[in-house]
């Protein structure tokens, strides 16, 4: 079974840096499209950035660019999220989200937990 598990959340100071990774793990044939999404308090998910399956395009919600950077290492299957100058509004849960080639005939839409993100001082 696949799984997308998000880890390096936490509670940082206004102008902080967090670094958040998500990793696949399972019976993966390939990772196709992968984003970050967030969801705050009262708010609806929203997608913030998204990376293309060889990394070579990136598509920045305007509320993030310049301040946040998605990668992928494909021979890890995880995907990272720096995310620098924080702001107390950038607090939200944050979310991974992939879609997944689990056979040679399936591909699936997955998500993570979740990795909440606290940004205040």
């Known amino acids: 079974q696949v799984q997308l598990v998000e880890s390096g959340g936490g509670l940082v100071q206004p102008g902080g840096s967090l670094r958040l990774s998500c990793a696949a793990s399972?019976?993966?044939?390939?990772?196709?499209?992968m984003g970050w999404y967030r969801q705050a308090p009262g708010k609806q998910r929203e997608l913030i950035v998204s990376?293309?399956?060889?990394?070579?395009?990136?598509n920045y919600a305007d509320s993030v660019k310049g301040r946040f950077t998605i990668s992928r290492d494909n021979a890890k299957n995880t995907m990272y999220l720096q995310m620098n100058s924080l702001k107390p509004e950038d607090t939200a849960a944050y979310y991974c989200?992939?879609?997944?080639?689990?056979?040679?005939?399936?591909?699936?839409?997955?998500w993570g937990q979740g990795t909440q993100v606290t940004v205040s001082s």
């Open positions: 989200n992939a879609a997944i080639k689990i056979s040679s005939t399936t591909t699936r839409n997955y």
């Open positions: 990376i293309s399956t060889t990394g070579s395009i990136t």
């Open positions: 399972g019976i993966i044939f390939s990772i196709y499209s």
